[in-house]
């Protein structure tokens, strides 16, 4: 058996790969601020995961219940938190000066995944241009990045991708 003289790389790809493609910012001040933005966006997913989509061992009636008070107080605390820090940016869509980071790519798919996975019969999703603009301005940014739009073109994407409809159709509300 012959070993290889190089080791391998101890960094999982989800540290390298945003390093390598700028994800965590300019400097050490940014990435501070977008792991800041990633953990609390992580934290989010966990308990989305956790109380909506796998509450599986929860009685129906009981899942609508839970999904309706995960709104109501987790997400709506999440959106009040993180509208302040993208006002504070300048509302453009971005966490982190003018360009897209991880955290951004990560709290549109928390956005989106919201929209996707919930209870049928729950109470409406609290994200909207309206009630929310700061983040779903920062959906829309990362939606419309030019490497996002092109992956969407592609035949692959076109495989995978869900039956046609905006992620807020209640076309694809998880039952």
Same mark, same amino acid.
């Given at each position: 058996?012959?070993?290889s003289?190089s080791l391998? %790389?101890p960094q @999982?790809?989800?540290v390298?790969?945003p390093r390598?493609?700028?994800?965590y910012?300019? /400097?050490?001040?940014?990435?501070?601020?977008v792991e !800041?933005?990633?953990?609390s966006?992580?934290g989010?997913?966990?308990? #989305?995961?956790i109380?909506?989509?796998?509450a599986v061992? *929860? @009685? @129906?009636?009981k899942?609508v219940?839970?999904?309706s008070?995960?709104y109501?107080?987790?997400?709506l $605390?999440? *959106?009040?938190i993180?509208?302040? #820090?993208? !006002?504070? /940016?300048?509302? /453009?869509?971005?966490?982190?000066?003018q360009?897209?980071?991880l955290?951004?790519?990560?709290?549109?798919?928390?956005i989106d995944?919201v929209?996707?996975?919930?209870?049928s019969?729950?109470?409406?999703?609290p994200?909207?241009?309206? $009630?929310s603009? %700061?983040?779903?301005?920062l959906?829309?940014?990362? %939606? %419309? #990045?030019p490497?996002?739009?092109?992956?969407r $073109?592609?035949?692959?994407?076109q !495989?995978?991708k869900?039956p @046609?409809?905006?992620?807020s159709?209640s076309?694809? *509300?998880?039952r």
């Amino acid at each position: 058996m012959e070993l290889s003289s190089s080791l391998p %790389n101890p960094q @999982p790809l989800s540290v390298t790969w945003p390093r390598k493609f700028d994800l965590y910012g300019k /400097n050490e001040y940014e990435k501070h601020k977008v792991e !800041e933005y990633l953990s609390s966006t992580d934290g989010a997913l966990l308990a #989305h995961s956790i109380k909506v989509v796998r509450a599986v061992d *929860i @009685p @129906p009636e009981k899942r609508v219940e839970q999904t309706s008070k995960f709104y109501a107080e987790e997400v709506l $605390k999440f *959106i009040t938190i993180h509208e302040a #820090h993208l !006002e504070r /940016n300048g509302s /453009n869509g971005h966490y982190v000066s003018q360009s897209t980071t991880l955290a951004d790519l990560k709290t549109a798919l928390f956005i989106d995944r919201v929209f996707y996975l919930r209870s049928s019969g729950a109470d409406e999703v609290p994200f909207s241009a309206e $009630k929310s603009p %700061n983040l779903w301005r920062l959906r829309e940014t990362v %939606n %419309n #990045h030019p490497s996002l739009a092109e992956w969407r $073109k592609s035949q692959r994407y076109q !495989e995978l991708k869900l039956p @046609p409809g905006d992620c807020s159709s209640s076309s694809k *509300i998880w039952r």
